[in-house]
């Protein structure tokens, strides 16, 4: 399996921005689809962004958050502006050959990194 590590979260003021990384070992990330899941303190785990291995992408944040990957790095970002308090979880990288799995959370998983907006 592929090894993800995020990083980028932090505190935030509603209306800044923040870029996410996760970086991936262990396997060949070309033919990865990756994603990002978030999850807030009592509530389940959202589906926010997936990207292909070609490139193409979903949001389900539209307008605010961009997902992209650079190949050259190993590296899948989540660029998140106009943040909101509703925005605060831990966002978690995920990564599988399937783009199926990706999108249904059924990929490998990183250990999250904590986004807090204030307002």
């Known amino acids: 399996q592929v090894q993800l590590v995020e990083s980028g979260g932090g505190l935030v003021q509603a209306g800044g921005s923040l870029r996410l990384a996760c970086a991936a070992s262990?396997?060949?990330?070309?033919?990865?689809?990756m994603g990002w899941f978030r999850q807030a303190p009592g509530k389940e785990r959202e589906f926010v962004a997936a990207i292909s291995v070609s490139g193409g992408v979903t949001n389900s944040v539209k307008g605010r958050f961009t997902i992209s990957r650079d190949n050259a790095k190993n590296t899948v970002y989540l660029q998140m502006s106009m943040l909101k308090p509703e925005d605060s979880a831990v966002y978690y990288c995920t990564a599988d050959p399937s783009w199926t799995k990706v999108v249904n959370g059924g990929g490998s998983w990183g250990q999250g990194t904590q986004v807090t907006v204030s307002s």
């Open positions: 262990g396997r060949t990330f070309n033919n990865y689809a």
